[in-house]
């Protein structure tokens, strides 16, 4: 049980509690990504790739009172240490709670909880003015953990989200900035996109995560650890007719 006053959560010196709200995640620790070469580049705005593949990139996406329970509702639940990928702590959510088929490792599983629902629809709402693709079915979701109790902040290993017919993959971003990775397949150069605190990024296209991979570097050493949160989302066309979408 929370305690509603002076309380950090699961002891994170990094999470404060200002009565019975949680008042904000530590995002004075800032980061630089890592020096970049020819090819590489650093971006905070909506880019188009090839073909109909884009980055949608959205700053302060819920307002003050939505974030503040999407923190209180991710940290009612314990995520599990995962090596498979990166280093980072996370919490799965599939329709039906139970593992994905195509997962070869086991991990905690939940069916989509209410602040996952809440933000999902928010996100399938932004999706639908920006994109005509019919896929609106969220079809599965990671919460990922990054800190101070993770070797180097945490990461994760370059992946793609190939295992679903899933044209659109967002990241959702709180605490401390991580950096998200988009590399082209069989190309040299990158896309360092900064992931700050209450954004939103839409990685969008009929075979975006068949021809990019992505992936959450770790914090260079000399950098003070913060917190980070990472909820990650996947949208798909419904499976049969009248499926609800959330």
């Keep these: ?13 990094s999470f404060n509690r200002d009565g019975p709200h949680v008042h904000k995640i530590d995002i004075s620790k800032i980061i630089s990504s890592r020096k970049m070469w020819p090819g590489q580049c650093e971006s905070a705005e909506s880019k188009k790739l090839d073909g109909d593949n884009r980055i949608y990139i959205l700053k302060d996406f819920l307002n003050p009172s939505e974030r503040i329970q999407y923190i209180q509702e991710s940290y009612r639940h314990e995520k599990s240490p995962s090596v498979d990928g990166g280093c980072h702590n ?4 599939t329709r039906n709670g139970k593992p994905y088929t195509f997962s070869p490792q086991s991990h905690k599983t939940l069916h989509f909880k209410k602040h996952i629902q809440d933000i ?7 999706i639908k003015t920006k994109e005509s693709f019919g896929l609106n079915l969220m079809d599965s979701a990671t919460e990922y953990e990054y800190g ?15 295992e679903g017919d899933w044209n659109h993959v967002a990241f959702y971003a709180l605490g401390q900035t991580r950096y998200l990775r988009i ?18 990024v839409i990685c969008s296209g009929n075979n975006f995560h068949t021809n990019y991979f992505h992936q959450i570097d770790d914090v260079t ?3 003070a650890l913060g917190t980070s949160l990472l909820l990650k989302t996947r949208f798909r066309k419904p499976l049969l007719s009248g499926t609800k979408t959330i």
């Design 120 to 126: 999902s629809k928010k996100i399938l709402e932004t």
């Design 90 to 93: 996370k919490l799965e959510f």
């Design 221 to 223: 050493e000399e950098i």
């Design 1 to 13: 049980m929370l305690n509603s006053h002076n309380q950090s959560i699961r002891s994170k010196k």
């Design 148 to 162: 101070v109790d993770i070797s180097n902040g945490g990461s994760l290993l370059s992946t793609q989200d190939t």
């Design 183 to 200: 590399t082209k397949k069989n190309a040299r150069g990158f896309i360092n996109i900064p992931l700050k605190d209450n954004s939103l």
